[in-house]
DNA sequence: TTGTAGGCGTTATCAA
DNA sequence: TTGATAACGCCTACAA
């Protein structure tokens, strides 16, 4: 059984100046690195704070200098974001691996309610993060607006916002759909159909004007059915439903490989050979594509290299730096499988 | 000594005083909803609030009170977790939702590199939160000791780590596996292997130890193959190995719902019908179970519930309660579909 | 019920 | 190169 042993007292500059015989000024020098320090005082100092454990006191300094040497990385909507979207984790990582180099510190925020909503915009007035990046905003997006108000560096992920100024990484979704319907289109289907999805965001409207342009006048509205959320349910039934309008499809264009996996599933059901009878091509490139059977046609965004711009483009703006240009589209590739 | 800047300033406890013609200490009070203010005086400084457009400075409170108001959420790995943990999203909204409900903000901490360690070490030391929830912490893992060092309210969704008085929730992995292999026996199998997985976690111990126990006498060690990782890749190489010791196997558990879905397709691959020929039971019941064909039989752990818990036991230990019984386990259920 | 004032632990501006 | 000494914005005894 455990004693429930109270916090000892934390040391402070004061303590580490006693025990080294010097005054807290050069102590806080040592600190952090400034120059005019003798290298026997720094010696001395460091010593000092091996010895009685000296750790700073963040909260002290951030009152001080008015930084916290903290990032925050916005989500929105971990319901469909968290348990569905292929991407969050690599854009994470990569925002995570430019500012641990930097020596700064991500903190997640989750938005999961109004609640939290406001919750997380105190926090960010409260001086907690020097700057934020945000994540899959949607047009219209409050916190986008409040971080924007609040004057606080910040970079987000996926589209422009219509919020002033707020600098940005993302793909080109019309670029990416044009590509891989063409693609598909090349292996000589003449009924192309599309499952949309998330027609609320601008992920979801791109894809969707890519797909119409490759397909110019052979666009066909009938065969185009939406969704909400990129979810392999929405694929099964988007697919049962292509299927119904037009017996005859032989192309679909789904807008995630999540939907694309669901749509494999309906064909199956329905007796249909991909890629023989109907080819299919996906978009994300996720851990989907690779389950799939046969394995999925699709485009690979650089999830990764987008969380990594972000960081960049906030830690440049805390250095002062106007973001210009504002944005930058990063390039998409396609990976062809079996699919199409 | 007020001065008049034109530059915008944020409001202090000092420029709503002077709105409100009260004492600081009166707007202190009413900030933090304390009694012993008059109706009118609260009603007077609300307005002053929010006419000048107050936000507390979290980092003044923050020195002065020796809190943060904030819980971390450290993950581990997540290069192999956020990417292919199933359980962790819905962990993190778990815990979040508890957070969030008690007026708590939740910020996750990401440890993908030694660097990353020590830096959020300095963070927890920094007082940037009140406590941390850590997940899927390996037996000797060294941020669990540095919390536990630094005498920090903590609690550990997983298992029960090697550190001295640290609070946990988890499932009974044990009992689990024991039971879904029970009702895999109860199918009329006699060839039951295993595709075993992290032996070097506690879960994947005890997944293994459930298995052993549920066969008894007919428990054979050479129908037994483990992986490092809970992958599809895992899945398949093991079922190849497994058809390769014994081409009479007509029964498989398999650690994890990726394993089973990798499992799958080396059976489809032999030629054999699951659940017909063999039978194939999963662990997680993670978004895997639905994709595979057929539907996978598995086992349900409450990964929300097992966030709320966490939450709510730092919660209380912040409260000044001692954490007892330790840990808690919760029940996972048995979800029954096709591949069994 | 309200006002007053002393720190919390740092950093930064001066002098020395 | 180092040492004293103000702030930073808030909370909280204690006094009124």
């Not at 409260?126 to 949607?138: L, M, Q």
């Not at 694929?235 to 490989?257: H, K, N």
Request: net charge negative.
């Amino acid at each position: 059984m455990s004693s429930h042993e109270g916090r000892l007292r934390r040391a402070t500059i004061h303590d580490v100046a006693a025990e080294a015989g010097m005054s807290r000024g050069t102590v806080s020098r040592v600190m952090n690195g400034e120059p005019y320090v003798s290298d026997e005082a720094r010696a001395v100092v460091e010593a000092a704070i091996e010895k009685v454990g000296y750790v700073r006191n963040t909260a002290a300094r951030n009152l001080k200098t008015q930084r916290s040497h903290a990032i925050g990385l916005i989500v929105l909507e971990p319901h469909s974001l968290f348990l569905e979207d292929p991407n969050i984790g690599a854009i994470l990582l990569g925002t995570n691996a430019v500012l641990s180099a930097a020596d700064y510190q991500l903190v997640s925020l989750v938005i999961d309610s109004d609640r939290d909503s406001s919750r997380v915009a105190e926090y960010l007035r409260g001086g907690f993060v020097d700057g934020v990046v945000i994540i899959s905003a949607r047009a219209g997006d409050p916190i986008a607006r409040a971080v924007a108000k609040m004057g606080l560096p910040a970079s987000v992920v996926g589209h422009p916002i219509d919020v002033d100024g707020m600098a940005f990484v993302g793909i080109d979704n019309v670029a990416a759909a044009k590509a891989i319907t063409s693609r598909l289109m090349q292996t000589g289907r003449s009924r192309i159909g599309m499952i949309a999805s998330a027609l609320d965001r601008d992920s979801g409207q791109d894809r969707l004007a890519g797909f119409t342009q490759a397909l110019g006048p052979a666009f066909d509205p009938s065969l185009v059915v939406d969704f909400p959320l990129y979810s392999y349910d929405a694929g099964v039934t988007g697919m049962r439903q292509l299927l119904e309008r037009d017996p005859a499809i032989d192309g679909v264009f789904a807008a995630s490989d999540a939907i694309a996996a669901g749509a494999l599933y309906a064909l199956r059901e329905a007796g249909r050979r991909v890629p023989e009878d109907v080819g299919v091509v996906g978009f994300d490139d996720s851990s989907w594509a690779l389950r799939c059977q046969p394995l999925l046609s699709t485009v690979r965004q650089p999830a990764e290299a987008l969380g990594m711009m972000a960081a960049r483009s906030v830690l440049s703006q805390l250095e002062g730096s106007v973001p210009s240009p504002l944005g930058s589209l990063l390039e998409t590739s396609i990976v062809w499988r079996d699919s199409a």
